[in-house]
């Protein structure tokens, strides 16, 4: 099995959730020798350590949009978990209807099957130390349990969903001072919800944020109408709004959230604790990782806005779709700004937003692909993430065999690899 690292790679994926397990399997199918480096302890990311464990959207206006190794991980994990998929035709139903449950240990173990199967090579409990390029590719350094190591590769593959990748590649970057809010995701058990009095209960937490007891946000998204009756309704799940800025990126901007984001569910469990009829209450289940919808993402040779995204643009160099609304959350107001394409639009991703500007030998995946706020807060979702995870690593594989830059591998050969219908 490929757990001993090689001194030389065609391609190293960096980040093992949903983008780079994709990238990792489609870059050692097309036939490169492929590492694939993971900073935890299982593969998946935001899927399995922070809890969002729904993938979507793979369909849209009644036929499948995304297919590939992304939708086989998926399918893959329903039927051996004794699960059944919904009917997707079905027209009208809330955004989120259309993506599908997956529990989380089979997700991370049929990944670790699939990314060994595929050949690639793959280290857990490692991330990115260095990068420094060399005459054909990237001289790299591993930070390993046991200390630093050297290996090498003709393409590197950033799906940290943070580009740090590509910062110690020396890419230009977007930062911004406030991204989109984190969530840390928990389950409150030990109530019954018909025995609550919620009118009361939302006045008193009105209360408890008026006087600087509780933030609006330890129960919703929401700044401007604090509430806790729809905390205690779905029992958690994704219900709080941590604010992030670029410095997400880092290891000390991460600790804050981290250390922010459990303080959140302490205040407000303890908080609730203290309610009539909420003695019991308490938080069985914490997700190891605070959840980061938006941190930095990477200047790529072109970048998607919000107008290409909502038009449902077909990019000539298009290699894979993506569907979701403009989803963009925030810490005032009402939290969130959720915008709807209009009937029939599917919109497309170019391969130049997969492939770094001015940084030879750098592709892109998943939440950090060139892309304005809005449509990244669209393109973020897990199947998007996928799909673009797929296609960089046929683009890598297949200009480390050709000897060819990215943007210049005749797209004709990246959709045959890809091997499902785009635009
Ligand atoms: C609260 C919340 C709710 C969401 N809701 C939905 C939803 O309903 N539907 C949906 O489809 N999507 C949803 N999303 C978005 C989606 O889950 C993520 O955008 C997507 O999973 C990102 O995938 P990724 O592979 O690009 O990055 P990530 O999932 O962030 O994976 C990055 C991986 O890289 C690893 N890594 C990081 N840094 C390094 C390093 N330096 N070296 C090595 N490894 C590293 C990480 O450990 C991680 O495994 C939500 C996201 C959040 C946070």
Sequence with gaps: MGFAVKS????????????????????????????????????????????????????????????????????????ESGGTLQDFTTP???????????????FAAICDEEVLNSGADLLLHTMTGDAKRSKDGWRVTLCCKEG?????????IDCTGDANVAEVCGAKLRMYGECQPGTLCFRL??????????????AEFAQAVDTDVLKATDAGWGGNNPRVSGLLSNRGNNANHIPVDSEVRTSEGRTRLEVEARASV??????????????????????????VRESTTVVGLVEITARDYASGRKWRDAVCNSFYPIDFHEMS?????????????????????????????????????????????????????????????????LAAQRGEKPEDVPIAEVRK???????
């Design 189 to 202: 058990a030990g109530y019954d919800i018909t025995s609550l009095d919620l009118k009361a209960l939302d």
């Design 333 to 397: 107001g009402r939290g969130l700004n959720c915008v709807q394409l209009e009937p029939g639009v599917v919109p497309t991703v170019p391969r130049r937003a997969l492939v770094a500007e001015g940084c030879e030998g750098l592709l892109m995946a998943g939440k950090v692909i060139s892309s304005d706020r809005l449509a990244h807060s669209a393109l973020r979702v897990q199947a998007t993430c996928m799909a673009t995870g797929q296609a960089a690593g046929a683009i890598a594989a």
């Design 148 to 156: 630093m190591r050297k290996t090498s590769a003709k393409m590197l």
């Design 92 to 106: 009208g139903m809330r955004h989120s209807w259309y993506q599908v449950r997956v529990p989380i240990p089979v």
């Design 266 to 291: 302490r205040r407000i469990v303890n908080w609730l604790r203290d309610r009539p009829g909420l003695g019991g209450l308490h938080a069985e289940w914490v997700a190891q990782e605070t959840g």
């Design 8 to 79: 030389k790679y065609d391609v190293i994926v960096f980040g093992g959730g949903v983008a780079g397990v994709c990238a990792a399997i489609q870059s050692a199918r097309t036939g490169a020798s492929t590492l694939l480096v993971e900073r935890e302890a299982r593969l998946g990311g935001t899927l399995t350590n922070v809890g969002i464990n729904f993938p979507g959207i793979f369909h849209a206006w009644g036929k499948q949009v995304i297919d590939g190794i992304g939708w086989g991980l998926v399918t893959r994990t329903v039927s």
């Design 417 to 423: 690899q890809i091997n499902y219908k785009v635009g």
